[in-house]
T-cell receptor, first 113, second 112 residues
Framework: NAGVMQNPRHLVRRRGQEARLRCSPM?????VYWYRQLPEEGLKFMVYLQKENIIDESGMPKERFSAEFPKEGPSILRIQQVVRGDSAAYFC???????????FGSGTRLTVV | GIQVEQSPPDLILQEGANSTLRCNFS?????LQWFHQNPWGQLINLFY???GTKQNGRLSATTVATERYSLLYISSSQTTDSGVYFCAVGEGSGGSNYKLTFGKGTLLTVNP
């Protein structure tokens, strides 16, 4: 069991570009969560998805951020027109059911220059 | 929203020492998890423990939900235990406490 796979591990984008972060959940897990870790804010919930459905996106910024978890393939967190404030570590987690123990991926470190 | 407070914020130990980390939360929960973030940034789930006591090797955890706190015990600490320990509490709608609120963490340094 390969665990939760995130890629890329590191991503550098210029201001105004798009960032796409990918997450493949653990085998058998159908619940996916995205969290952002900023040095001064800690780990914050962004969005909770199940296959083809966004269940809760209350932690997502209203503009430029979107997430999907298609029927086939990984979950994608997309950030359009990145700004320096988007620089952070983005973690994906999966679980076999809502509220059960999470397994986190290794994260994607996004740097906006 | 729910508040999560962890103590102490920093802890320095000599290898072989024992320690207790505390997590207080402001409301009743039915989802509480402990995580270790190692120096490389990886988040490892240590325990899913909304109530009761669990043990895994040198680590154990106890949650007293009625008194709104959880404790993480580390015995015979090793240098590889260094990192940040997070307590996270679940809150969400419809009884599914899927949305975790993290504490600020305890930074543990174990010296050889």
């Amino acid at each position: 069991n390969a665990g939760v796979m995130q890629n890329p591990r590191h991503l550098v984008r210029r201001r105004g570009q798009e960032a796409r972060l990918r997450c493949s959940p653990m085998k058998g897990h159908s619940h996916v969560y995205w969290y952002r870790q900023l040095p001064e804010e800690g780990l914050k919930f962004m969005v909770y998805l199940q296959k083809e459905n966004i269940i809760d996106e209350s932690g997502m910024p209203k503009e430029r951020f979107s997430a999907e978890f298609p029927k086939e393939g990984p979950s994608i967190l997309r950030i359009q027109q990145v700004v320096r404030g988007d620089s952070a570590a983005y973690f994906c987690a999966s679980s076999p059911g809502a509220g059960y123990g999470y397994t986190f991926g290794s994260g994607t470190r996004l740097t906006v220059v | 929203g729910i508040q999560v407070e962890q103590s102490p914020p920093d802890l320095i130990l000599q290898e072989g020492a024992n320690s207790t980390l505390r997590c207080n939360f402001s409301d009743s929960v039915n989802n509480l998890q402990w995580f270790h973030q190692n120096p490389w940034g990886q988040l490892i789930n240590l325990f899913y423990i909304p109530s009761g006591t669990k043990q895994n090797g040198r680590l154990s955890a106890t949650t007293v939900a009625t008194e709104r706190y959880s404790l993480l015990y580390i015995s015979s600490s090793q240098t590889t235990d260094s990192g940040v320990y997070f307590c996270a509490v679940g809150e969400g709608s419809g009884g599914s406490n899927y949305k975790l609120t993290f504490g600020k963490g305890t930074l543990l340094t174990v010296n050889p």
